[in-house]
């Protein structure tokens, strides 16, 4: 071989050798955290884990409405792969292992455990699938999170509180009942609750409630109405419907002869009926429609490949692990007696039948639903 061939055999070689290492750079790009490519072939598919079914909205609301939306912006075949954690961490951590199994195309996360979750976002994420923090700001690389003004939910109860407790509220004290230590968004109700009402009402005690249930709080109540003694519990700020439900049955096993106001949150139907008997004094409406949308629209168009800044998140939020993630943030409302009329019937709200069973016949017809 003479020294031109020799010459030309070498660079070729070098050339070669240079696109397949180019070649492996981007295949290891693409699988450590790249979005998915714009010309995927075939149907998307969706992950959708939710943390848990004792509270009615996800399974009523949630679901129905984000798997709705995702296949009217990615197609009727887009596949929603559906799971619930039923509030166990270690379960959830497993679905998404699952999830990346399935080579997911995105994937919306309501975390039972912000913190726990962090190292299975990291996990989806280096497979290249982008994941959407839903209703709860999961920590880790998460790509998107949709919520309500969750601190406003806080101050929407403490405000209602207070104004329904008037002179009351120097006459006495109140028990606080907080969500769940696991949970980010129980941290930002309490805040903005505290903004409220500190200053304003003695607290006689105050929990935060293990994983939310009832029944715990339900116990917490026995203790708080066994220390202060009825007659001083002026007011309990209950942080969800649920567990005004199990603090309602402690209140009247305790023999009040009138229930001292009770808030919530999530506007439960047992709690929009508690609510028309005069048992819970009032609860906060979150829109669940725009915040589903929100969430169907950031993970279809980051399975896609696009970007969600500007065009569909117009603002941002820090998590404990991360700055400047793209959210759509949605305002909640207060829901007493008087506001359920307008919304009865609405998309994410419960119709009139619901509503108006003959246990509640009475009630609804005072309150003029018919």
């Excluded at 050339?15 to 295949?27: F, I, K």
Aim: proline letters at 4%; one cysteine or more; hydrophobic letters at 40%.
């Amino acid at each position: 071989m003479n020294s031109h061939l020799r010459r030309a055999v070498v660079t070729m070689a070098a050339v070669s050798m240079a696109a397949g290492l180019a070649a492996c750079g981007s295949a290891k790009e693409a699988g450590d955290g790249g979005e998915k490519k714009k010309d995927k072939k075939g149907p998307l598919t969706i992950g959708l884990l939710l943390p848990e079914n004792q509270t009615a909205r996800y399974e009523r609301f949630d679901k129905p409405l984000i798997e709705k939306k995702i296949k009217e912006l990615a197609g009727a075949d887009t596949v929603v792969l559906y799971e619930n954690a039923k509030q166990d961490a270690s379960v959830q951590q497993q679905q998404v292992d699952t999830m990346i199994t399935k080579k997911v195309d995105a994937l919306i996360v309501d975390a039972v455990d912000a913190k726990s979750i962090a190292s299975s976002v990291k996990k989806a994420t280096d497979k290249g699938i982008p994941v959407v923090a839903y209703d709860r700001l999961a920590e880790g690389p998460v790509r998107a999170y949709t919520s309500v003004d969750n601190e406003r939910v806080g101050k929407i109860q403490g405000e209602s509180l207070l104004k329904e407790l008037g002179d009351n509220a120097s006459k006495g004290q109140i028990v606080m009942m907080n969500g769940a230590i696991t949970d980010p968004n129980a941290k930002l109700y309490k805040q903005g609750a505290h903004s409220v009402l500190d200053g304003k009402v003695k607290v006689g005690k105050e929990y935060d409630t293990k994983e939310w249930k009832p029944e715990n709080a339900n116990e917490n109540m026995k203790g708080a109405v066994s220390s202060l003694g009825k007659d001083n519990i002026v007011g309990v700020y209950s942080a969800n419907d649920g567990m005004a439900g199990g603090i309602i049955t402690a209140l009247k096993s305790a023999g009040f002869d009138k229930l001292p106001p009770v808030t919530g949150q999530d506007a439960e139907l047992s709690a929009v009926q508690r609510i028309l008997s005069d048992e819970q004094f009032m609860s906060v409406y979150k829109p669940y429609k725009p915040e589903a949308d929100a969430a169907a629209e950031l993970a279809v168009a980051l399975a896609q490949g696009k970007g969600v800044e500007d065009s569909i998140a117009k603002s941002t939020v820090d998590s404990g692990s991360q700055k400047k993630i793209p959210a759509v943030i949605v305002t909640p409302f207060a829901l007493t007696k008087s506001d359920i009329g307008q919304y009865v019937g609405k998309e994410g709200f419960f119709n009139l039948n619901e509503i108006c069973t003959e246990k509640y016949k009475a009630q609804c017809d005072q309150a003029g639903l018919k």
